[in-house]
T-cell receptor, first 114, second 114 residues
């Protein structure tokens, strides 16, 4: 199996810049994907979701792109603010078995410098 | 409105002891999930309830772990004969129904087994 380390991928940006966080998912049968933001000491907070019949979805300051061919998901944050500093997780929902469980990626730590 | 709440927020116990962790989902949410998050990792699925029944318990690591939701609302995660490796943050989430709805997470219970 894949080894998992304690060091998260990190991304450091300047306030006002755009941020792009990438995620590779594993299950080609997954049909629902979500991005979560997690601040220290808190539970994950929903940012945006996308279903497999779409390749792009926009929210407020955020855009999610889905490339099913290469099983890649990205989160774009426009005009990044210090309050965006957190760990970001992508999650996929496999369709098998009827379960609604989410399978989370490893996370990316975003640091926004003022 | 009230979000998902979890009690206690922190639990310190000794190896071999029994612990119970409680989750109060958002009112009206029929689906409830338990996840476990180790330091530096994404949440890992444990069990999913639809109403009172466990629809998917494939993530429970062994028979020391058990969860109930007797009235289809509050859920309790029970861990027998705790081990040091059980130390983690235990997260609860709820959602309105099946069919790929957003999961709302609670703040988690940090369990430390000495």
């Amino acid at each position: 199996g894949e080894s998992v380390g304690l060091h998260l991928p990190t991304l450091s940006v300047q306030e006002g810049d755009n941020s792009i966080i990438n995620c590779a998912y594993s299950n080609s049968a997954s049909d629902y994907f979500i991005w979560y933001k997690q601040e220290s000491g808190k539970g994950p907070q929903f940012i945006i979701d996308i279903r497999s019949n779409m390749d792009k979805r926009q929210g407020q300051r955020v855009t999610v792109l889905l490339n099913k061919t290469v099983k890649h998901l990205s989160l774009q944050i426009a005009a990044t603010q210090p309050g965006d500093s957190a760990v970001y997780f992508c999650a996929e929902s496999p369709t098998q078995g009827g379960s609604e469980k989410l399978v989370f990626g490893k996370g990316t730590k975003l640091t926004v410098n003022p | 409105g009230a979000g998902v709440s979890q009690t206690p927020s922190n639990k310190v116990t000794e190896k071999g002891k029994y612990v119970e962790l409680r989750c109060d989902p958002i009112s009206g949410h029929t689906a409830l999930y338990w996840y476990r998050q180790s330091l530096g990792q994404g949440p890992e699925f444990l069990i999913y309830f639809q109403g009172t029944g466990a629809a998917d318990d494939s993530g429970l690591p062994n028979d020391r772990f058990f969860a109930v939701r007797p009235e289809g609302s509050v859920s309790t995660l029970k861990i027998q004969r705790t081990e040091r490796g059980d130390s983690a943050v235990y997260l609860c989430a709820s959602s309105r129904q099946r069919a790929r709805n957003e999961q709302f997470f609670g703040p988690g219970t940090r369990l430390t087994v000495l």
